[in-house]
């Protein structure tokens, strides 16, 4: 499974891209944190309060969990695509 950050994520992670080997009934949540716990910039960036950022979208394969899964609940598989993306504004 690869995770791919995007924007400020990335500087705070120091790098783009993570390869990730989830466990079998693995979470969108669980394959976050294995990342998380050596990036502790990364990890400021993205919970608040001990709460994940609403600002911050998450998609698996394509599709934000948030909107239209189970959000960090949302199952993973060893194939999958996670991409993580600060709020985009623009016109």
Not at 4 to 31: C, I, M
Not at 62 to 69: E, I, K, M, P, Q
Request: no cysteine; hydrophobic share 40%; proline share 8%.
């Amino acid at each position: 499974m690869e995770l791919k950050l995007f924007a400020d994520l990335a500087e705070a992670a120091g790098r783009k891209r993570f390869e990730l080997d989830p466990e079998p009934d693995a979470t969108v949540g669980e394959a976050l944190d294995s990342v998380l716990e050596d990036s502790p910039a990364l990890a400021d960036r993205v919970y608040e309060n001990g709460e994940f950022r609403e600002d911050i979208n998450v998609l698996r394969n394509g599709t934000n969990v948030f909107t239209a899964g189970d959000g960090l609940d949302t199952p993973v598989e060893p194939g999958d695509e996670l991409a993580m993306f600060p709020p985009v504004s623009g016109g």
